[in-house]
């Protein structure tokens, strides 16, 4: 037989113990008592309790008093036993107008009884009660156990906690994103009207997000919020970490809308709370195994470790991956990444890799993300019908850079991408490609942070196939007097042709660049002229001058 505010108020150790309002409350359930010594603890309510105070935390705070009758009369408490004779002498108009209004039994208890002898009372109750209550709690704990050996998933297990406690329930991953809910035909608020209810996708609003405790990772019990439905009708959430050793794997959120929650609803909760998290941290095992593996078939495959094409395709069916079509790699360096511990380089890693997920999305490219050392490496599938698309890969290059990078720091992100190929058994080559213009970004000189290796065929040409002292001589036969007269004098020769060249030889823009008029830049090309005497016309002089200029680049880098 259940304990309630009516039997607790008719013990004989309690005479003089009197209900000030919420008279329609009397056959409340009382599974245990609880003390409210700070605000922050309405968190830790749970539904069935009779929660005793002294009256001191609220006592100079009416909107105070108000609210925590509000909030105890929402987590579904037995009802608030107050102690008059020291902090009140009579309980406040404003919590019997509230408690009245919630039909939330508000006792008064006199000065001459102590806290205690209520909790005193409230405990003897329940010892002759536990029995029954340790019965229903195997029982739960037996039904939960089977599900859990049978089927081993988040739905089964949510249906069984829905059978068990009468009302719809959603489970989230960490970051709030549904994993699997269920409703019940009699739910006057369907969860899909009311909620998003697609998979992988948050189902609550952010503002309701919002609102829970940033520590709520840390609660050992269910939290309470209302959910607004409908004008100012709002349905009670109770909210339920899954985590083990102080890790989160998710949430489990009972909408409880269809029956108020019993002492022993929350009992099922918890035991399904537990074997969820046994459920995520298998299911995040297996898929760290698949990642592995996946991880390993790319990486020999960047390697050019597999041995045909037939198996390479067998293998890239097997993990997905389309086979017949054209490919680019593309990595992605973070010279920060040389520097740091091993759990910073880890964040920076998967930064880098959300970067790259999330601009490839914005221009339509499917890729593969896979680490290769300080590196991230990327296949790019392209389109079989317009395999080229360089400016579109451009602009997606640009797009992951800017969001890689952080403004506050010295250290770009560099982006390189490598020649396409007809099939993904051929992306070694690229892979190849995109490393040598790794190595030509480092020692050339050039300041691109996104460069499509194409674009640079004779930077690399000379880099790799030219020793220093060869560069060395062509750079002073060919651009040696502006670059003495640069040193000796501090002008600006030869950023002035640089800049003649970068803009295919317009006076204007090339003066624009360098933030000079046009008639300055024009006195300098004079001088150039004369220097080197050309006129800037003959094509074999043109290109001796672009290849010193690029000389001069790696001969700095």
Excluded at 249 to 269: N, Q
Aim: proline share 4%; with cysteine; glycine share 6%.
């Amino acid at each position: 037989m259940e304990f309630t505010v009516a039997d607790f108020l008719s013990d004989s150790e309690l005479d003089g113990v009197g209900l000030i309002a919420g008279h329609n409350g009397l056959d409340r359930t009382i599974t245990r008592t609880n003390i409210i010594d700070n605000p922050d603890s309405l968190d830790w309510f749970m539904p069935g309790e009779l929660v005793l105070s002294s009256g001191y935390l609220f006592q100079e705070h009416p909107h105070l008093q108000e609210e925590i009758v509000s909030a105890l009369a929402n987590i579904n408490c037995a009802g608030l036993c107050i102690k008059t004779g020291r902090y009140f002498q009579a309980l406040p108009q404003s919590m019997i107008q509230q408690a009245q209004k919630l039909d939330f039994p508000l006792i008064e208890l006199p000065f001459g009884y102590s806290l205690s002898t209520a909790m005193d009372v409230v405990n003897r109750h329940l010892t002759t009660q536990g029995g029954h209550r340790l019965e229903k709690t195997l029982a739960i704990h037996r039904e939960v156990m089977q599900t859990a050996l049978i089927s081993a998933g988040l739905q089964s297990l949510t249906e069984t906690l829905v059978r068990l406690i009468g009302n719809p329930v959603l489970v989230t991953d960490s970051s709030w994103n549904l994993l699997c809910y269920q409703d019940r035909g009699d739910n006057p608020y369907p969860l899909r009207e009311y909620v998003h209810t697609t998979v992988r996708q948050p189902p609550f609003s952010e503002e309701f997000l919002q609102s829970l405790p940033n520590s709520l990772r840390h609660y050992k019990k269910a939290v309470t919020r209302s959910y607004l439905v409908r004008g100012e009708t709002s349905v009670r959430c109770r909210i339920r970490p899954i985590a083990a050793h102080e890790h989160i794997y998710g949430y489990i959120i009972v909408w409880e809308s269809v029956r108020a929650m019993t002492e022993l609803d929350f009992v099922a909760v918890e035991q399904v709370a537990v074997v969820a998290a046994l459920e995520r941290i298998r299911a995040k095992e297996v898929e760290q195994t698949k990642l592995r593996v996946r991880k390993d078939f790319l990486s020999d495959l960047l390697s050019g470790n597999i041995g045909s094409v037939n198996a390479a395709r067998s293998l890239a069916k097997l993990h997905g991956l389309p086979f017949d079509c054209p490919y680019r790699c593309l990595i992605l360096r973070d010279q920060r990444m040389e520097d740091v511990n091993q759990e910073d380089f880890l964040v920076r890693m998967d930064h880098l890799s959300v970067a790259v997920t999330q601009a490839a999305r914005e221009y339509g490219l499917p890729v593969v993300t896979v680490p290769q050392g300080a590196q991230l490496a990327v296949l790019v599938q392209l389109d079989a019908r317009t395999p080229d698309g360089v400016e579109r890969l451009r602009a997606a290059l640009e797009r992951m850079v800017e969001l890689a990078e952080e403004p506050e720091s010295d250290h770009g992100v560099l982006a390189v991408l490598g020649k396409a190929v007809t099939h993904l058994g051929q992306i070694n080559d690229s892979y190849r490609d995109t490393q040598n213009g790794v190595h030509m970004a480092l020692t050339s000189g050039v300041e691109d942070r996104v460069i499509i290796t194409d674009d640079y065929a004779v930077y690399q040409l000379l880099s790799e196939h030219m020793d220093r002292d060869t560069l060395r001589r062509f750079c002073q036969s060919s651009i040696g007097p502006l670059l003495a007269h640069d040193g000796e004098h501090g002008t600006q020769f030869v950023p002035t042709l640089e800049a003649y060249f970068e803009y295919n030889g317009s006076i204007t823009d090339a003066a624009r660049h360098m933030y000079i008029h046009r008639n300055t830049y024009i006195y300098r090309l004079e001088k150039i002229k004369t220097m080197l005497g050309t006129d800037l016309r003959n094509p074999r002089k043109l290109l001796e001058l672009q290849l010193g200029l690029m000389a001069h680049h790696i001969l700095k880098a």
